[in-house]
């Protein structure tokens, strides 16, 4: 199931397959599956799974080092960092001690 999230994300990113992307990739669906407390990736949670990763490296490219506010008075800077993925995964989320045979 690995490969083929590397690959509709690839097709989703119109990249080319390349070593770190697909490190980042695998990070990325790593962090996912932990946040949903899970272990595998059903049917359902592929194509959601997949968008969001392709989602979370776009924004990461285009916010890299986004400044959110500056402040001078003992230097503060704040920068943005939103999760793409909060709200859409939601329903995918598993409690943790729970084990249903769905």
Do not use: H, W
Not at 51 to 59: F, S
């Amino acid at each position: 199931m690995s490969d083929n999230i590397i690959d509709a994300v690839l097709k989703i990113l119109n990249r080319k397959e390349e070593t770190k992307l697909n490190f980042e990739i695998e990070a990325l669906k790593s962090e996912i599956l932990s946040y949903l407390n899970r272990d595998d990736i059903t049917d359902e949670l592929f194509p959601v799974m997949c968008t969001v990763i392709a989602d979370m490296i776009l924004q990461k490219e285009q916010l890299k080092g986004s400044v959110l506010s500056v402040k001078e008075g003992d230097l503060s800077v704040t920068y943005s960092n939103n999760s793409p993925f909060f709200g859409r995964l939601e329903g995918f989320k598993l409690i943790r001690g729970i084990k249903t045979d769905v």
